[in-house]
T-cell receptor
């Protein structure tokens, strides 16, 4: 069946611009996660959703980062006024329920010039 | 104490060697445990779940020690294709997030 998909696969933007990253989870998965990974580094947790609510937003680095999930499905991660340090691969994962196996999308590689 | 700790390595081993990784976790109420594998510039993928009784999948054996709060992964007869970063994952239910370890890098040499 269809896995987790993310778009765009690559995004190059100029410092100060806003970007939106999209994640389509596996159908029926109630939990959705966003992570960030810089080159050669581990996964950095950003936020997770259970349904449409976000019990844990503790990983969002600053108030420039926000995320929403609608209809218990698609999620959007928005980064406002991008900075060069925001450059990373942004990974989305979904699981049937929180604590279950997470399935990852291919990621969005964000480059801020 | 970190929520999840792994030896970052790298582990450099010859083909055919046996190698083991451990991962400790701090939350004694954690419910589920996994090992993921991540290849360079790829997304993490599930390698195997870790069950209380221990489980084996071919050359890979995973074990859970709840009393000492760690999980382990044993790779026998290492192959070149086993070279990757191995992430331990500790799952929690309710409102608590799943925690990924920082990963252990393995290089298998010919």
């Amino acid at each position: 069946g269809a896995g987790v998909s993310q778009s765009p696969s690559n995004k190059v933007t100029e410092k100060g611009k806003d970007v939106e990253l999209r994640c389509d989870p596996i159908s029926g998965h109630t939990a959705l996660y966003w992570y960030r990974q810089s080159l050669g580094q581990g996964l950095e947790f950003l936020i997770y959703f259970q349904g449409n609510s976000a019990p844990d937003k503790s990983g969002l680095p600053s108030d420039r980062f926000s995320a929403e999930r609608t209809g218990g499905s698609v999620s959007t991660l928005t980064i406002q006024r991008t900075q060069q340090e925001d450059s990373a691969v942004y990974l989305c994962a979904s699981s049937h329920d929180n604590g279950d196996t997470q399935y990852f999308g291919p990621g969005t590689r964000l480059t801020v010039l | 104490r970190k929520e999840v700790e792994q030896d970052p390595g790298p582990f450099n081993v010859p083909e055919g060697a046996t190698v083991a990784f451990n991962c400790t976790y701090s939350n004694s109420a954690s419910q589920s445990f996994f090992w993921y594998r991540q290849d360079c510039r790829k997304e993490p993928k599930l390698l195997m779940s870790v069950y209380s009784s221990g489980n084996e999948d071919g050359r890979f054996t995973a074990q859970l020690n709840r009393a000492s709060q760690y999980i382990s992964l044993l790779i026998r007869d290492s192959k070149l294709s086993d070279s990757a970063t191995y992430l331990c994952v500790i799952g929690n239910t309710g409102g608590f997030k799943t925690i990924f370890g920082a990963g252990t890098r393995l290089f298998v040499k010919a």
